[in-house]
């Protein structure tokens, strides 16, 4: 297990841990973003070689492999239009209850 | 060809509402039923060429798979492209009365649009990646779609949408990482021939991460919490959609990643997913019972049907795929009904609490003889499509020896057909205590009503039709080495 394993694994923990626990909705949102960049920073580890180059033209033959890339910027494009989405809900919701407390808010508790 | 257009045709003409906006309120809808009615026409061809055994194939910017992205349309793939487009239509159909008063909002139309390209996107691709992407699509477009109204109870349970389907998210993708780590491919037909070649507990940790994000969009039992709140909180047209075709996507995915990806044999997750299946069965017919708000109600009724399709697939023989592939079809025309003709007696009384209506059947005969085909079909009572695909799966259950499985099933089905009679009995029978609040229902709204009830009545009196279609989906769901011979074409040894 190599570093970069390990620290999304961590990161996954605190936003789950977050999410789970926290009465706050903007701290939920912030667990969400833990979890979504602990996947990604796991996506990019997964096509990372030691010593490898930029696949553009490369000199040697130890290149990085760009796919999971190209999947990370897709996801992190995805990931910006749903925490856009859900602070746009959360402003909403304050505006009625002047608060974001979460168990103020009906459906939402349990 | 055929396949890109019907996602460029959808996505278009979501950029072109955007694009007409405020200007025309007439153009938006016009170009929203257009642009379905050409899907229509162009899955109905795919559908008639892909049910005689055929798979089509479309590689996007002609590179070859398994490097560029492919879409592939089987039998299946283009059952599902029709349901979508033909729902969507009579959604959009009925949507122009019902949605009136808000037709100021541009967005709808739009969102609409782009929500349809997601679920197209989603069963035609051949990518697994790319099938995320347009799982997403769906999703964002949904989202706002469900807290639509802007009341507290929408955007609280728009919120809860929102955060369970993005954990749902974030497992899919961790999956895929995980799938592409262990074959080095995101192409699923290559996927299904590494796999046929060897399995591993990397691969078995991914299905499951995999059958995690679509267990949240089919609503599975652990993960259904949020479909009873955001059915509802959605605009009726929108909960027709939702729960009639979007939940179907979801179990889509499923048959294509444990049937094809995977192959069946291969993973022990049978009986995990019949278990899940029954649990669903359960669940979802206890709370059905309870329930005074109409589309709550039929909420959970929708969760209830989704175990039946999810214990058919957990079954894994073909006539198990038959029944599930027959049940999806039946239950997106059965549930769109009942949603539309709920929607119908909202738009007249104006509330959707069950223990303030009564007495209506004088009022809206047609919305009653509706409701009443759609809940009889749903229980599974014999002249309509819900008996066929229901005595499919029970005969499946029974082939198979899983007795228990089949005698809960059948006893949920009871239960079924009582909690239908009981929401019959509360809002048409009984005495009549409200006042009517507009004249007659338009008719715009009464027509998708109509067509669907005549679909349901349709398949129930000639199932020969659908039988044989689903048989022929099922075989061709079969043939894995088909479909991986058909994408990769001889590309790769």
Known sequence: ????????????????????????????????????????????????????????????????????????????????ATTVFLISVVIRLFKQYEDTDISKMRRLRG | MILILLIIIPLLAAILNVVIGKSSKKARCAVSMASTLVLIILASKVFKTTIGGDIITYEIGNWKPPIGINLVADSLSALMVLLISSIGFLCILYSISYMRPHRGVPAYDSLLMFSITGMIGTVLTGDLFNM???????????????????????????????????????????????????????????????????GGGLLDFALILLLIGLGLVSAIVPLHVWLPDAHPAAPTPISALLSGVTVKVGLYGMIRIIYTMFGFQAVPIGMIIIVLGVATIIIGAGFALVQTDIKRFLAYSTISQVGYITLALGIGTQSGIEGAVFHILNHALMKSLLFLTVGCVIYKIGTRDMSKMGGLLKQMPLEAAAFLVGGLAIAGIPPLNGFFSKLLIYLACFEAGYLIPLAIAIFVSLLTLAYYLRAFWMIFLGKNNIDLKKGRVPLSMLIPVIVLAIACLLIGVLPDIGLSITERISEQILARWMYIEKVLGGAIA
């Open chain 1, 1 to 80: 297990m190599s570093l970069p394993y390990l620290a999304s694994l961590a990161l996954f923990s605190i936003g789950l841990y977050c999410i789970l626990v926290k009465r706050d909705l903007f701290k939920v949102i912030y667990g969400i973003c833990l979890m979504e960049f602990s996947i990604n920073l796991f996506l990019v580890s997964l096509g990372f070689v030691t010593g490898g180059e930029v696949p553009i033209s490369p000199t040697g033959t130890i290149v990085v492999d760009p796919l999971p890339q190209a999947m990370v910027l897709t996801a992190i494009v995805i990931e910006f």
């Open chain 2, 132 to 198: 995320f992407v347009f799982l997403e699509v769906m999703f964002i477009a949904a989202y706002p779609l469900v807290g639509f109204f802007g009341g507290v109870e929408e955007m609280e349970a728009s919120f809860k949408y929102v955060v369970l389907s993005t954990i749902a998210s974030v497992m899919f993708l961790l999956g895929i990482g995980l799938v592409y780590s262990a074959t080095g491919t995101l192409n699923m037909a290559h996927i299904a021939e590494i796999t046929g070649a060897r």
